[in-house]
């Protein structure tokens, strides 16, 4: 038996050094004071451990989808209605948000540059993958994406 409880690993943080960590389902700081949450805090690999997934594939999931034609996909439409703050736009006729005021549940801190923020990891794909939605068709994984917007 092996016990794994961290391991290095790459992806983007917040100016906080946080970030939601796609292989556990939780959220986690670098460096920092501010609390972690993950969803599994030891994971042990043993004999009858059943294998996770290697057929999962980002690509297999569809991006952001703009569902009302508004040049606004998904993200875009949840910064909107998230933001304590009237939003800026990119030079693109309003479809991406640039600028806006969201607040961190996390880390109760505030930021104002969109692209600082993940959205779109509350279920990470890869966990999702792993629990069934494998064996769904590409247009009901697609719909995984959209669920944020009703919540």
């Not at 556990?24 to 805090?41: F, Q, R």
């Not at 009858?48 to 875009?76: E, F, G, I, M």
């Not at 439409?77 to 693109?92: H, Q, W, Y």
């Amino acid at each position: 038996m092996v016990s794994l409880s961290s391991s290095a690993h790459s992806g983007r943080t917040n100016s906080e050094g946080c970030h939601n960590d796609r292989k556990n389902g939780g959220y986690h700081c670098h460096g920092s004071k501010t609390k972690s949450y993950t969803n599994k805090s030891t994971s042990v690999i043993s004999p009858s451990t059943p294998p996770l997934l290697t057929n999962y594939n980002r690509k297999d999931w569809p991006h952001w989808v703009d569902a009302d034609s508004d040049c606004q996909d998904t993200r875009a439409e949840i910064l909107i209605r998230d933001s304590r703050a009237p939003v800026k736009f990119k030079r693109n006729k309003g479809c991406n948000v640039s600028w806006g005021e969201w607040l961190d549940p996390y880390t109760l801190k505030v930021f104002t540059k969109a692209s600082d923020l993940d959205i779109d990891h509350i279920v990470p794909l890869a966990h999702a993958h792993e629990a069934g939605a494998a064996n769904w068709t590409r247009e009901k994984s697609g719909l995984l994406r959209m669920i944020l917007k009703t919540y």
